[in-house]
């Protein structure tokens, strides 16, 4: 059975302190590359395989729109985004329905409460329901299935991966990565989700996030794109307050996390970092991976720390700071 990077590939990537007491410790696996993509720096094993779960979303956004998904703007942004599913998140994604001659009904993502307590308050407040609009991947599916209508392509099934569309992404995904899939997994979404190394998962991002929207090659003005109705519209990315938002926002990076620990971010300057929490917590990754790029001279200090003071990494005793999530000793 294939398996993802184990204890012994791991090195401290994150440690959790309280009071003066390292409480716990986030171990894993990260990749740095350079503005022209080369490896710099190898923290554990980055050729271990993985399932980069939600940060494969901008590969399956640049598939959907050279598959013939016309997007533009907040509704390209929200194509590859794990938003909170706000009113404003779940207007743009029926928007994108609506225009495709679609409605909820088609999306294959299971139906969810938002993840923004305020939005989920009031719809309770309404007596809603939970709706597949509002699920976090609703975005992606809302574009997979816009590219489904401009290809011809049946909608029914999209999210099987013998689907034409899923075959289209997958072949896209390879060319990205510049690996073979070795495995196919099911996301919680209910889209194929393909295994690949940590480090073809940095290389992709890194392809996406230094393209140009003027490239004379179709798959890079796409990427280019992508990245910059990204970053043009970081509140689609995941919502106020949320750490890829405020990444966004304050740094101008490319990033986008993905469950299990997962966390991709590139550099204005197109340094790149992709690292794999062993452990599968979210919580230091975005930190985590600032202060790689940091390293790597893709951010100053001063935006790092800038960063870190917008982040949730107080750790709290009694409703008093007593202490800071920071980054490990193996970085």
């Excluded at 495995?183 to 392809?207: E, K, Q």
């Amino acid at each position: 059975m294939l398996e993802t990077l184990t204890v012994q590939d791991s090195v401290e990537l994150a440690v959790v302190e309280r009071s003066g007491f390292v409480e716990s410790r986030h171990a894993g696996a990260a990749v740095v590359l350079s503005p022209d993509g080369d490896v710099v720096a190898r923290h554990g094993n980055a050729d271990a395989l993985i399932l980069p779960r939600s940060s494969m979303k901008p590969l399956q956004a640049v598939a959907c729109i050279t598959a013939g998904a016309v997007l533009e703007g907040e509704q390209l942004a929200i194509s590859t985004a794990s938003h909170v599913g706000t009113d404003r998140h779940a207007s743009v994604v029926r928007d994108i329905l609506t225009e495709g001659g679609l409605n909820e009904d088609h999306l294959g993502c299971p139906a969810a409460w938002p993840s923004d307590s305020a939005t989920r308050d009031e719809l309770v407040r309404e007596h809603g329901e939970p709706a597949r609009v509002r699920m976090n991947c609703s975005g992606k599916h809302a574009a997979m299935l816009r590219a489904c209508v401009a290809t011809g392509w049946s909608t029914a099934g999209y999210v099987d991966p013998a689907h034409p569309l899923q075959q289209h992404i997958r072949e896209v995904v390879e060319r990205l990565t510049g690996e073979k899939i070795a495995h196919t997994a099911i996301d919680g979404c209910g889209a194929p989700v393909h295994v690949m190394t940590l480090t073809g998962l940095a290389r992709s991002m890194h392809r996406i996030g230094t393209a140009s929207d003027r490239s004379p090659f179709a798959l890079h003005r796409v990427a280019g794109s992508l990245v910059r109705a990204v970053r043009e519209n970081p509140w689609t990315i995941e919502g106020p307050g949320r750490p890829d938002t405020i990444a966004i926002e304050r740094l101008g990076v490319f990033t986008k996390h993905g469950a299990e620990g997962v966390m991709v971010m590139v550099a204005p300057n197109g340094t790149t970092v992709a690292l794999k929490m062993l452990d599968g917590a979210t919580r230091a990754s975005t930190i985590v991976a600032a202060t790689l790029l940091s390293r790597a001279g893709g951010l100053t200090d001063a935006e790092v720390a800038s960063l870190a003071d917008a982040l949730p990494l107080s750790i709290l005793g009694g409703g008093t700071d007593v202490g800071r999530m920071r980054p490990g000793a193996g970085i």
